[in-house]
């Protein structure tokens, strides 16, 4: 078994060790042939560094892909899943909110119940009221407009076979990715799978989630609704 996970991050200088010590652990236990391509998503904090340090301890297992100015996390995504050479390909935050052991569970549901994509569903959230109505009222909008496969649709740990990746031709720059992703899925009669699993508060740094990102996720479903994920969107 052999996975390639993919981590933007930025601004993640207090969050990024934990994140990656804790899933190379998690994946060596378990004996499993992996790869971390940490993305510098344009940090402007000491994330560049430490990225590159803890490559430098690890070679065989962490790539490091460098975006000199943050385009949005779609393009921090997109930009590490080039960079991959696993059988399956995944991506996920650097925030530290998500358990090692539930991306590893998403992986073993991926592989013992033959999938072509799977994904956690938060079930419980302790991020507090305003990201979680966030996140509802994205979902719930996103319910209206698209027929779909899962229940919590920008939620990650997302992992996939790598021939499944290479179909999608993924091009939404912003949060709108994993949106894209489950939109494609669907339509190429993908199956799909989920997880449940808790979300956890962040212990430090800042999100990048806010009210003006639903305005963001309402535009690119409207776009998406005229224009389908033309180039950029």
């Not at 921090?76 to 569970?105: A, C, H, N, T």
């Not at 999938?115 to 996140?135: A, M, N, T, W, Y």
């Not at 790598?162 to 091009?171: A, T």
């Amino acid at each position: 078994m052999s996975l390639s996970m993919v981590i933007p991050l930025y601004n993640e200088e207090k969050n990024i060790r934990k994140v990656v010590i804790g899933l190379s652990h998690t994946f060596e236990r378990s004996s499993i042939d992996y790869e971390l391509i940490l993305v510098n998503n344009g940090s402007t904090d000491k994330t560049p560094q430490i990225l590159e340090s803890l490559a430098r301890k690890r070679p065989d297992t962490i790539k490091v892909v460098h975006i000199s100015v943050n385009q949005g996390y779609g393009w921090g995504v997109i930009s590490g899943l080039k960079r991959v050479s696993q059988e399956y390909v995944g991506f996920m935050g650097g925030d530290g909110q998500m358990e090692p052991s539930d991306v590893l569970r998403v992986y073993s549901k991926l592989i013992d119940e033959n999938l072509d994509l799977c994904q956690v569903k938060r079930v419980l959230r302790k991020d507090g009221p305003i990201r979680e109505f966030i996140s509802y009222c994205y979902n719930f909008i996103f319910r209206f407009l698209f027929s779909w496969k899962v229940k919590d649709v920008n939620a990650t740990p997302k992992i996939m076979r790598r021939e499944i990746y290479e179909k999608l031709d993924l091009v939404s720059q912003d949060w709108f990715l994993d949106a894209e992703v489950v939109i494609k899925c669907t339509k190429m009669r993908c199956k799909v799978g989920e997880v449940s699993a808790i979300f956890h508060k962040r212990e430090t740094g800042e999100s990048g989630v806010n009210f003006f990102t639903i305005l963001e996720f309402v535009k690119n479903m409207i776009r998406y609704r005229v224009r389908p994920f033309e180039s950029g969107h």
